[in-house]
């Protein structure tokens, strides 16, 4: 008997080559990752979620408490985080594509065409790619999110409130600021069941509000017994109101739209029909995609790669994207071209949010550059040259990891900017001058009108902790042969000590590894 694949089965394979091709092309894993990394191996190795073990309350410098847990069950089992982390993100993307097709086809009946572009515009993004890896839980938290969103509105006669509170509950623990997203699901429910005919859909909105609620307040009870704060530090450290933050969010928003200019079209195109027909279906998911583009708003935008902030908005406006494939091409009285147009639109689309996967855009550079917003530089970067930068970094970081490792003392302390990659490879005590893990900084307020990168408001100079004792003030590495044009040098408060590296270690030939100490 010959067999025939169906349409989900052929959506998903055709859209899977892409993003496989895109993890591939984007594999890395960030310096921030490696913050997650440290705390799940302090964890495994029975020191609790700690960055730096012996701090009483341990500091909550972490956003995903969920992902940590999984890392300490990693570690315990003895992967490696550093490729473990990146394949769990890129499986839970597989994933993601999975469900989406199967709700496109299951739950809304669209045809092959439509499952194909929604599919294919979920996978071809490189917010996707990227996401996928970098050793971070974020496609993971995407995956849930959107899961909550479907198992309540996606079928809103029949909806699964159950399903949607334990998915509601992962997303609690894999991001803190999950409260955002599942208010605006919970909003979309209740607007959505006025009147008698929905009653189903109240009620199951109102068990999902009430398991979130209760989920939420023991993760609330736990942090403060745990960590000794209401709050993460990261949220301290990192989300403040004010007129220079909400005009970089606004920036980080319309620099990523530029970069990606189908997304505000879709948006803009699928809120128009769906006010026009009032379609539940367009305007919820239009609804779900903007309010995740105003939540990168609010919080100041992000300094990574990518529209990372944005990504829980590309699987609703893929729902949108096939939605309005599936409409063009449906008979009417419209010409006959209409569907050939539409394909040829949607096509462009595609590749218009594809290119900047090789750094090619269909926006000038300098209307680009006009919207910079990662302030701690003053050359604007495109998306994929911060991915660049980010990989460089990190690679360069752990480098500067290993070469501590071998040349100080577990106990020593350092002071540090970059505390990922360096922490992890180290078990050296790290003050960490961003304050994600040092308390002390977070009670520094920030300079006004001071432009900063987002997520560094509170930097402070490595002085700011003498009176702690440190071992070092800073380390760096110093690459390159006996004609190296950078000299170190030693400041008021330090005196700086360079130490040979071995190439049969894995280090260039020629490099050093620069310790500032403070003078007694």
């Known amino acids: 008997m010959r067999s025939r694949l169906t349409t989900p089965t052929i959506a998903f ?8 091709y895109l993890v591939w092309h984007f594999a890395f894993v960030c310096d921030d990752a490696y913050i997650a990394f440290r705390y799940g191996r302090n964890l495994a190795a029975g020191l609790g979620i700690s960055f730096n073990p012996g701090v009483s309350p341990p500091v909550e410098g972490y956003t995903q408490l969920g992902w940590v847990l999984w890392l300490a069950l990693l570690d315990t089992l003895g992967a490696d985080l550093t490729l473990l982390a990146p394949a769990t993100t890129a499986v839970a993307a597989i994933g993601l594509l999975a469900y989406l097709v199967a709700f496109l086809h299951g739950r809304l009946g669209l045809a092959l065409p439509a499952c194909l572009a929604g599919a294919l515009f979920l996978t071809t993004h490189p917010s996707v790619g990227v996401w996928s890896t970098g050793g971070l839980g974020t496609m993971v938290f995407t995956l849930a999110l959107f899961g909550v969103y479907e198992r309540l509105l996606g079928d809103p006669d029949h909806p699964r409130p159950l399903a949607a509170g334990v998915l509601a509950l992962l997303a609690l623990l894999l991001r803190a600021d999950a409260p955002w997203w599942l208010a605006a699901t919970l909003g979309l429910g209740l607007f959505l069941s006025r009147g008698k005919a929905r009653a189903p859909l109240r009620r199951a909105t109102l068990i999902l509000g009430g398991v979130a609620a209760a989920g939420f307040l023991l993760l609330l009870a736990w942090r403060w017994s745990y960590h000794g704060d209401w709050l993460p530090q990261t949220a301290r450290t990192k989300v403040g109101f004010s007129s220079l933050g909400l005009e970089r969010g606004g920036r980080y928003l319309l620099s990523y739209w530029l970069s990606f200019p189908a997304l505000p079209a879709l948006l803009l195109l699928a809120s128009l029909r769906g006010l026009q027909e009032k379609s539940p279906l367009l305007l919820c998911s239009a609804a779900m995609a903007a309010a995740t583009f105003l939540y990168g708003v609010l919080v100041g935008g992000d300094f990574m790669c990518m529209g990372r902030l944005f990504l829980p908005a590309l699987p609703h406006l893929a729902v949108l994207f096939a939605l309005l494939v599936h409409r063009a091409r449906t008979p009417g009285l419209e010409s006959p071209r209409l569907p050939l147009a539409a394909g040829a639109l949607a096509a462009a689309a595609l590749l218009s949010s594809l290119l900047p996967a090789w750094n090619i855009h269909l926006t000038p550079a300098s209307l680009r550059g006009a919207l910079h917003f990662r302030w701690n530089s003053h050359r604007s970067a495109s998306e994929f040259e911060q991915w ?3 990989e460089e970094r990190a690679a360069e970081w752990s480098l500067l990891g290993r070469a501590l490792d071998l040349h100080t003392r577990p106990g020593e302390s350092l002071v540090a900017g970059a505390i990922g990659a360096v922490g992890f490879h180290t078990r050296l005590f790290i003050h960490d ?54 000299v170190p040098r030693s400041t008021p408060t330090s005196m700086v000590e360079e130490i040979p590296l071995d190439p049969g270690q894995g280090f260039p030939p020629g490099s050093s590894l620069l310790l500032w100490r403070p003078r007694p």
């Open 433 to 486: 001058r961003n304050g994600l893990v040092t308390r002390a900084v977070t009670e520094v307020e920030p300079l006004a009108g001071r432009r900063r990168s987002p997520g560094h408001d509170r930097t402070v100079e490595a002085e700011f902790f003498l009176d702690l004792d440190p071992t070092y003030l800073n380390a760096t590495l110093l690459l390159g042969g006996p004609d190296r044009s950078v």
């Open 388 to 390: 660049q930068r980010m």
């Open 13 to 20: 394979l055709a859209a899977l080559g892409p993003l496989l």
